[in-house]
């Protein structure tokens, strides 16, 4: 099928999906309530390791730890120019999911061979699936860009392996922006990698110490990309007090999970 066809095809459906999003007036979840103009501004302060303000995310907080700064930097500059919250969460940060989300897992489908028909289908599901309605429907913004993000990472790491160290810096560069999002997403991006790696390493390459050497060759040029991006939080956060309340808000809070794998297997979810 032509591409023109399943593009426009698909933009009709995520159109339809989301229809509530290009309704007037602005939209509000638990997780992102209205923020003013003045807090959407000071987004753009320097971030403050033990105040957590400067943790908060656009309309919510993203954790209490400040790797989210840079998102809220670029909304704050997007607030100064003039620009409302209404306008802000439709067309610079739902647009750019959507956008980006569909972007990145084509040309990852692409990366496996897979044709148009294909192509549609697997970004039609990975943007539309329950998990990531139930991220869009609650607010979530700041995972539905590290989840929408994720397919390019991951696919950049993937052709940095036997690229150049430009390569390699992009991928670190991609992996910093993927932790911007939310770092959690870092910890399954080496998952993933991993069992890449693994799976080449065992089945698919001869050469064997070659293929060693590039992938760690990668890894470190990754771990020190991302390191130094992400060092305007993590330096602080090694310097701030262990007993600090600010820091123990995940584990205060574990207990009241509801959440569990027998919930997953039998999708118990509102939707």
Do not use: C
Request: hydrophobic share 60%; no cysteine.
């Amino acid at each position: 099928m032509k591409f023109k066809f399943l593009a426009i095809f698909l933009i009709v459906i995520l159109v339809g999906v989301y229809w509530r999003w290009w309704l007037p007036g602005p939209k509000v979840a638990n997780d992102f309530p209205i923020v003013s103009e003045d807090m959407l501004k000071s987004g753009m302060n320097f971030p403050f390791v033990w105040f957590e303000n400067g943790a908060e995310g656009i309309g919510e907080y993203i954790a209490f730890f400040l790797w989210g700064w840079p998102f809220s930097f670029i909304v704050g500059i997007f607030a100064s120019l003039g620009l409302p919250f209404v306008f802000i969460e439709q067309f610079i940060i739902l647009v750019p999911i959507l956008f980006i989300g569909s972007l990145g897992i084509w040309r990852f489908a692409a990366s496996i061979n897979l044709s148009n028909a294909a192509r549609f289908i697997t970004t039609l599901f990975y943007l539309t699936n329950t998990y990531f309605l139930l991220l869009i429907d609650g607010g979530q913004l700041a995972i539905a860009l590290a989840f929408s993000w994720f397919p390019i990472s991951f696919l950049t790491v993937q052709t940095s392996v036997q690229g150049g160290v430009k390569r390699k810096i992009l991928a670190g560069i991609t992996a910093s922006i993927l932790g911007f999002f939310d770092i959690r997403f870092i910890y399954i991006l080496i998952v993933l990698s991993l069992i890449r790696f693994l799976y080449q390493l065992l089945l698919l390459e001869r050469k064997k110490f070659i293929f060693l050497f590039e992938w760690m060759g990668t890894a470190i040029v990754i771990m020190i990309v991302v390191l130094g991006l992400h060092s305007y939080w993590l330096f602080p956060l090694l310097k701030a007090p262990i007993s600090s309340n600010t820091y123990q808000f995940f584990t205060q809070t574990s207990f009241l999970s509801f959440i569990n794998l027998g919930h997953s297997m039998l999708t118990l979810a509102p939707h």
